[in-house]
């Protein structure tokens, strides 16, 4: 099983690793920092000693990594692990900015349901079943956005069941919820952003994050 580093330290970016087994172009490693696309966070970028991550996939308890064919990687060769940190930590930013957004909605838009979400580095969204447009609440969600990231409240994320390798995080006084993905440490450093509504069809609302900062 592949020991899941970015779940320790999401904030590291190079992890000395081993490769634990090859196929063909894809190979696991026996740890990793490198996520692999769940829950619509998109996968990191980077490099597996020195080859470019072409693509990364989870498999149950293991993620699996293609790698170019000519890679010559083989089990048990020691490697470094590197991912593009400024790409992690924008989508870091913008998967907390969505959390947020997500549990203001009850507020907001009571009865609204979830319908999809995607996270990505230059902008995240969540899709809502909602009869009309959200457009006159965005207000509203940036102003209770706004309020939290600047309590700048600690941000927890553990396991509820480590043996099933589910976990959550915790913003205390405002929500408990399941995810797997990777966090910040505080709700200050989502910073400013910005939300536009799309329409996606009737009866289907969007809404659109951006970092204001870098």
Excluded at 11 to 19: G, K, P
Excluded at 55 to 74: C, F, K, M, N, S
Excluded at 105 to 128: C, L, N, S
Excluded at 171 to 176: D, L, S, Y
């Amino acid at each position: 099983m592949t020991v899941r580093f970015f779940w320790e330290d999401p904030y590291l970016d190079r992890l000395d690793s081993r490769v634990a087994a090859v196929d063909g172009d894809w190979i696991t490693l026996d740890r990793t920092i490198f996520f692999a696309f769940s829950g619509g966070q998109e996968s990191d970028r980077g490099r597996i000693g020195g080859h470019d991550v072409l693509e990364a996939v989870a498999d149950g308890p293991e993620i699996r990594y293609r790698l170019a064919p000519d890679h010559g990687l083989e089990p048990g060769a020691p490697v470094m692990a590197e991912i593009d940190m400024t790409r992690r930590y924008r989508l870091m930013r913008l998967h907390f900015a969505a959390e947020l957004v997500l549990e203001l909605a009850d507020r907001h838009m009571p009865g609204a349901a979830k319908i999809g979400a995607h996270i990505a580095e230059d902008k995240a969204r969540i899709d809502f079943l909602w009869p009309t447009p959200v457009t006159p609440l965005l207000p509203a969600f940036l102003a209770d956005v706004a309020e939290l990231v600047a309590a700048d409240l600690p941000i927890i994320s553990a396991f509820s069941d480590q043996a099933a390798g589910r976990r959550y995080w915790e913003v205390e006084g405002v929500a408990r919820v399941p995810c797997g993905g990777t966090h910040l440490r505080r709700t200050g450093e989502v910073g400013a952003i910005t939300l536009k509504r799309v329409n996606v069809g009737k009866g289907k609302e969007r809404i659109e994050m951006r970092l204001v900062a870098p």
